[in-house]
């Protein structure tokens, strides 16, 4: 579990994360969605230690990052897994290799405890046949499922997921959203995925905070946004004709 206990990040005179508290469940697949600029990204790199956030406290099961000593935040770091925007797979190396990275940066396995942790968890992504071919000779789809491969690798507690469907259409973007979230579920892991996406938000949102302007505006789960009477939430959900009218559905359904 990770709890965020007012959070407060600037840059010079910009306040951009203005005292965010939440809690994200192990097992659970939390979203935090919001207008572009309304803190996700800052929000997503306080959460990977990447910033440090000027008041306010993060929790890892317990452990407040800012009482942590150098050591303690390293080992912290590789108990944490990060599918980057865009994959941010390394071009010069195949799919094995990628994969294979984080293993060979960070633990002392032998070789064989390698290739078997990278064999499971490119099986685990459904990835088998394309061991040896680099990135550029794959489908965007495909390269989600080789960044979520090698997020896992090390066998992470949080994962964490900067707009993993960018760029997918949508029904491979509805299968990477499922596969996080049965990753999630299968290792219990807490997972926390920044989203623009709101096939992802009815699909996957266990959890979901909606940020407006630095601050928490809204929580609640996929079948609460259906009814939520926030104005910012509704406003920002459904500005798109078609989910307005899943939302009626939805509602006259339950009537
Ligand atoms: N390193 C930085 N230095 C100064 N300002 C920053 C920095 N990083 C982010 N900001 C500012 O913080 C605000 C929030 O940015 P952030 O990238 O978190 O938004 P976002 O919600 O992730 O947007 P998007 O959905 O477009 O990615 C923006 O005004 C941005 O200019």
Known sequence: MIEVN???????????????????????????????????????????????????????????????????????????????????????????????????????????????????????????????????????????????ARAIVMNPQYLFCDEPNSGLDPKTATLIDNLIQEITEEYDITTVINTHDMNSVMEIGEKIIFLKDGIKEWEGTKHEIFKTDNEAVTGFVYSSELFEKVRQMYVEERN
């Open 6 to 148: 007012d959070i407060h990040k600037s840059f010079g005179e910009t306040q951009v994360l203005k005292g965010i508290s939440t809690s994200f469940s192990k097992g659970k697949t939390n979203l935090v969605i919001g207008q572009s600029g309304s803190g996700k990204t800052v929000f997503l790199k306080c959460l990977l230690g990447l910033f440090s956030p000027e008041k306010g406290s993060i929790s890892y099961d317990g452990r407040d990052y800012s009482k942590l000593s150098g050591d303690e935040r390293r080992d912290l770091r590789q108990e944490m897994g990060m599918v980057f925007q865009g994959s941010a797979l390394f071009d010069s190396m195949t799919v094995e290799g990628n994969v294979m990275f984080p293993l060979e940066m960070f633990t002392k396995q032998s070789k064989s405890e390698k290739q078997d942790r990278v064999d499971f968890v490119l099986k685990r992504v459904n990835l088998t046949e394309a061991y040896d071919r680099y990135p550029s000779q794959i489908s965007g789809g495909m390269q989600k499922r080789v960044a979520i």
